[in-house]
């Protein structure tokens, strides 16, 4: 689906929009562009200043699902930015710590060892924390 063709909003929709029921119900989601050199995902994710990408677009929605959501709930919003790349991971909040490595946690599950999560309290600090870094 190719964002330039489509407009962005189009693709959000179609790909991402639905996610933000679960992650309000406590579910946690990841969303990434898989394609060669050159497809177009760093503009699908990151978007530009006139047309925001699929980042954008989610952190707006989910906080203002939030502020539509019933007082007597709290939430912790979080995220991590990564590349991988024949194989390697790459923490893009920290790229100075190196690759990064999966591991398996107490409950059986894949974690990301050693990888950045920035907290937000609202869309605009979560844009301005993740700084769209990109390579």
Not at 42 to 57: A, K, S
Request: proline share 3%; net charge negative; hydrophobic share 30%.
């Amino acid at each position: 689906m190719d964002p330039k063709e489509r407009g962005g909003d189009d693709v959000y929709r179609a790909t991402t929009k639905g996610l933000i029921e679960g992650i309000i119900s406590g579910y946690n989601a990841t969303v990434f562009a898989y394609g060669p050199t050159g497809a177009g995902k760093t503009y699908t994710m990151l978007g530009t200043d006139y047309e925001p990408g699929i980042y954008l677009r989610t952190l707006n929605d989910l906080f203002k699902c939030i502020e539509e959501t019933s007082d007597d709930m709290e939430y912790t919003v979080s995220m991590s930015y990564l590349e991988i790349y024949n194989e390697m991971i790459r923490d893009l909040l920290n790229p100075s710590s190196g690759f990064l490595d999966l591991r398996e946690d107490s409950k059986g599950g894949i974690q990301i060892a050693g990888i950045t999560e920035v907290s937000t309290i609202n869309a605009k600090e979560g844009s301005n924390s993740m700084a769209f870094k990109t390579m």
